[in-house]
């Protein structure tokens, strides 16, 4: 029997950099297209004209333009990250939304349509909440950083109930390669919401829930009102005791 050029080809170096990574996956998407070069109809799908096929592709343009937002987004996130794990973590996944864009390009290919954005508006608030909670935090606190993650944790929310919807839809078309470079991105989302996750349990939402508070005057604007809501809770507390 001849031995299987492809099982030892299989075995790839997992020292290869994310950079060669990310040019991996354009070239893949590339070469794929040219020579596939398929479209929906040939793929035995439908022509590409139903109501589905529409918000289809309505969805992939909203999504790709919130992508790219987030290329923009993210770079300034992990720079007003506090933690050398936190902006690590956001780091990989700048390099994982760079070549999620492209499978992105892909799909749009699959489909026979021009790559194109079209403004998310829930992905311009997600981005503007985020920024928000910098400006609300403390320069290279752990709250901060807690406020990162959770903000970037919406983010991911967004994506993955949008990738989800992409990859059982374009089930129903029938666009089989469209599926899987859907479901490789959702993947991806799924890993980095967790990653996340483990990141602020890890120890970031403990330290940040023994950082004090700043002294700030807003907080008097409505004192008696405060003062006696705190009062009321005291006299409860003290009384179920
Ligand atoms: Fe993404
Ligand atoms: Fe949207
Ligand atoms: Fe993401």
């Given amino acids: 029997m001849p031995t299987s050029k492809a099982r030892t080809t299989k075995t790839k170096s997992s020292a290869s950099t994310r950079q060669s990574r990310a040019q991996a996956t354009k070239n893949k998407a590339q070469s794929s297209a040219r020579s596939k070069g398929k479209t929906q109809a040939e793929n035995g799908a439908s022509e590409g004209n139903t109501q589905l096929d529409k918000l289809f592709t309505d969805t992939l343009k909203d999504i790709y333009w919130a992508e790219k937002q987030l290329l923009k987004a993210l770079p300034k996130m992990q720079k007003n990250a506090t933690t ?8 990989e996944h700048i390099t994982q939304t760079e070549e999620q864009v492209t499978r992105l390009e892909q799909v749009f290919e699959i489909c026979g349509k021009k790559a194109q954005g079209k403004k998310c ?3 311009e608030g997600l981005i503007e909440e985020g920024n928000e909670i910098v400006e ?15 903000a970037a944790q919406k983010v991911e929310h967004y994506e993955i109930a949008t990738y989800g919807c992409l990859v059982t839809f374009a089930k129903t078309l029938g666009m089989d390669e469209a599926v899987e470079l859907l479901e490789q991105t959702l993947e991806e989302e799924k890993e980095t919401d967790e990653k996340l996750t483990m990141i602020a349990e890890g120890n970031i939402n403990q330290s940040a829930g023994q950082e004090e508070e ?13 003062e006696e809501t705190e009062e009321s809770e005291e006299e409860m507390e003290k009384k179920e005791k």
């Fill in 136 to 150: 609300e935090t403390e320069k290279g606190s752990m709250t901060r950083d807690a406020g990162i993650i959770m």
């Fill in 84 to 91: 050398d794990e936190l902006k690590s973590a956001i780091e």
């Fill in 214 to 226: 700043e002294e700030e005057s807003d907080e008097e604007e409505s004192e008696s009102e405060e």
């Fill in 121 to 123: 508006a829930a992905m």
